[in-house]
C-alpha cells in the first residue's frame, strides 16, 4: 500500500480525497499528523499553489505527496475570489466571512450574470524533484444564490447552486456532491491514472 501526504491542514478536504480514493491501495495521512505546517501560497495560479504546497510535504516527509488547490471563480466579479477563495474575507479563513462577503460583493447582479464555477487542480508529486507531476483538473458549473442554503459541506457551497439539480452543494449529500464536484472530476482522472504509478 502506497503511503501518500496529504499537503493541505483542510479538514474537509481530507475527508473527501478519503471517500473518493477509498477504493485504492493508499494511506493518505494529513500533513499535520507528520509534523508539516502549511506553507506560503505564493504562485499566481492554482497549478503553482498546488505544486508549491506538493513540493514542500515531499521535502519534508520524503514521501509522495497530494496537493490540490481549488477555488470559486464568479464572472460578474472578474474570477474573484479565485485564488483567493480561502482568504476572501481575509485571514484567517472563515467560510461564514467569506460568504457575507460574496453575497455582499453580488448585491444587484441579475440572475444572467451570477454564473461561477468552482475550479480544482490535483497535483501528485512522487519526490520533491518529481520533473513530470501528474496535474489533474476539474471544473464544476454554476450560479451564486442571494442567500445560504443547506449545511452540508464546507466554503462556498451554500452559495453555489447547481443549476442541473437544482440543489446549492450543501443541500447535497456528500455522496452526491462527490459524484459531480470539480474535486470529484479531477479526482476520477487522477484514479484513471494512478494505477501506473503504483
Known amino acids: 500500500m502506497m503511503k501518500l501526504v496529504l499537503a493541505s491542514g483542510n479538514a474537509g478536504k481530507l475527508k473527501e480525497l478519503q471517500a473518493m480514493l477509498g477504493d485504492l491501495p493508499l494511506q493518505i495521512v494529513a500533513q499535520g499528523e507528520l509534523g508539516v505546517s502549511d506553507v506560503p501560497e505564493t504562485g499566481l495560479t492554482f497549478v503553482e499553489n498546488a505544486l508549491i504546497k506538493a513540493r514542500h510535504a515531499c521535502q519534508s516527509t520524503g514521501l509522495p505527496a497530494l496537493a490540490d488547490d481549488s477555488g470559486l471563480i464568479v464572472d460578474a466579479l472578474d474570477g474573484a475570489p479565485g485564488l483567493y477563495s480561502a482568504r476572501y474575507a481575509g485571514s484567517p479563513t472563515n467560510d461564514a466571512a467569506n460568504n457575507a462577503k460574496l453575497l455582499e460583493a453580488m448585491r444587484g447582479v441579475p440572475a444572467e450574470r451570477r454564473?461561477?464555477?468552482?475550479?480544482?487542480?490535483?497535483?501528485?508529486?512522487r519526490h520533491a524533484d518529481d520533473p513530470q507531476p501528474l496535474i489533474c483538473e476539474g471544473s464544476w458549473e454554476g450560479v451564486i444564490l442571494d442567500e445560504l442554503r443547506g449545511s452540508h459541506g464546507f466554503g462556498y457551497n451554500p452559495v453555489f447552486l447547481d443549476p442541473a439539480h437544482g440543489l446549492t452543494a450543501a443541500e447535497m449529500e456528500p455522496?452526491?456532491?462527490?459524484?459531480?464536484?470539480?474535486r470529484a472530476i479531477a479526482?476520477?482522472?487522477?484514479k484513471q491514472a494512478l494505477p501506473a504509478l503504483l
Open 115 to 125: 454564473t461561477a464555477r468552482f475550479y480544482a487542480v490535483i497535483v501528485l508529486l
Open 187 to 190: 479526482l476520477q482522472l487522477l
Open 175 to 182: 455522496a452526491q456532491k462527490n459524484a459531480i464536484s470539480h
